[in-house]
């Protein structure tokens, strides 16, 4: 085979497991055989003649395909995790290794070749605007350090199973966004209509046919008090926010969970109702083991206090003797007050050091412990405390859709040390 026919090989096989991997997102949120193109395509994927050589695990999307291969994995083209060791010493976490996670096939790339036209339309205020991007750079600036987390983090440890993608801690990262404050764009559109108790953002993808919007469309609501904090954001990491993160432009609510974190925004509204799509409606509820997800039950919103050890780990092992254990804290609402560690498996606990600069609550912080370890098998335990003294408990919340998990147990490392 010339090199050319190899590289078209591979582009086709790219793109058969990308429309495979849409798919099966879609089938995931029940959309499978509604979504009859997608289906259809996959179908005609799965008959189509066997390559040579089918590599062991998908790769890269092509709206990824500039991400560290070798510092994710990959669960899906729409579901793209950090591995643990990756996290490494650094605060912010860089873009290339950052953790993807769309709940709709990623829009074209072409919504970014003039950025500064992209329009987001502000409603539910005085002087409801349709504004562009351009406009919004001459409104404000601010600069956020956050946490950002999907929801599902830690879904993977719950036993049973949760369907979702099984994500332990690498659903998450701590990065910087910059944009114009909600509360100052909205002060400068006259304030809210009264009774508006509630800001909902709506993401700009494309729709499939055929199919209720409400139904797959990306639309979240939040309190519309958590508009203080909130950034319309375009850049993530100093450069323009990328397609994968939701370039060119993003509602970012610092402290609430990944869902809210609408990308592509193109409406920003104050609203007197949560949002009635699904995602909100019924995605994304706090519900009880062998419930059905009703609005009634709580939804995921504020993120909660949570750690996890980066270092050592079973792939990313010390030698025995003076170790130093590492890891990452964040308090979701408030900012970390401390990280206890434990070596024996939460017998006894040593409060650890944080370290590296503190970028504020939304941040995340390092912390560290030195310890003596002799040869042998230790579990590594941390616990984080916020401001207000809510500390990780021990166990995780049991919830069908495997939500919030912040467990102590579950974020525990056993590490075999020579
Ligand atoms: N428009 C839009 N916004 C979205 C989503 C999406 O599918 N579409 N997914 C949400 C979810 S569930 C998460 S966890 C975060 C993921 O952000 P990231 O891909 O930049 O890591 O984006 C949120 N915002
Ligand atoms: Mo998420």
Redesign the pocket.
């Known amino acids: 085979m010339s090199s050319k026919s190899k590289q078209d090989a591979a582009t086709s096989l790219g793109r058969r497991q990308w429309l495979a991997g849409s798919a099966g997102a879609l089938a995931t949120m029940g959309l499978g055989a509604a979504n009859g193109q997608a289906h259809a395509q996959a179908q005609s994927a799965a008959s189509a003649p066997a390559l040579p050589v089918a590599p062991a695990k998908p790769p890269l999307p092509a709206y990824a395909a500039w991400k560290d291969a070798g510092a994710v994995i990959i669960h899906s083209s729409s579901t793209i995790e950090t591995k643990r060791q990756a996290f490494g010493n650094g605060l912010i976490t860089p873009a290339e290794q ?7 096939p990623a829009p074209s790339a072409s919504i970014l070749e003039n950025r500064d036209a992209w329009e987001i339309s502000i409603e539910g205020v005085k002087q409801p605007r349709v504004l562009s991007l351009r406009e919004l750079k001459t409104m404000g600036l601010e600069t956020t350090p956050m946490v ?5 983090n830690g879904r993977g440890f719950f036993p049973n199973k949760p369907s979702g993608t099984p994500w332990t801690v690498g ?1 998450a ?1 701590c990065v910087v966004w910059t944009g114009v404050s909600v509360r100052q764009l909205v002060e400068s559109l006259g304030g809210t209509m009264a009774g508006m108790d509630f800001m909902t953002g709506t ?3 494309l729709l499939p046919e055929g199919l209720d919007p409400k139904s797959i469309m ?1 639309e979240r609501s939040v309190p519309a008090k958590a508009m203080a904090d909130a950034l319309l954001a375009w850049e993530m990491n100093g450069v323009p926010i990328p397609l ?3 370039g060119p432009l993003r509602l970012i609510v610092p402290g609430y ?9 193109k409406r920003l509204a104050f609203t007197a109702q949560e949002s009635d799509a699904k995602i909100m409606a019924h995605g994304y509820r706090i519900s009880p083991p062998g419930a059905k997800a009703d609005p009634s039950q709580p939804s995921v919103l504020e993120m909660n206090v949570k750690s996890w050890i980066t270092s050592p780990l079973p792939e990313r092992a010390a030698a025995a003797g003076q170790v130093q254990i590492q890891g990452l804290a964040f308090g979701g609402q408030r900012a970390v007050k401390r990280v206890e560690v434990s070596v024996d498996a939460g017998k006894t606990w040593k409060e650890a050091r944080l370290v590296g600069p503190d970028l504020g609550k939304y941040a995340w912080r390092q912390f560290v412990l030195a310890a003596k370890l002799p040869a042998g098998t230790h579990t590594l335990m941390s616990r984080a405390i916020d401001t207000a003294g809510n500390a990780q408990p021990e166990q995780r919340l049991e919830n069908v859709g495997g939500y919030n998990n912040n467990s102590v147990l579950d974020h525990a490392v056993t590490v075999t040390l020579a």
């Open positions: 950052l953790y993807v996670r769309n709940n709709l950002l987390q999907c929801s599902g659903a990262g993401g700009g993808e990306v994968a993160h939701g969970q990944g869902v809210n974190q609408i990308k592509y925004v």
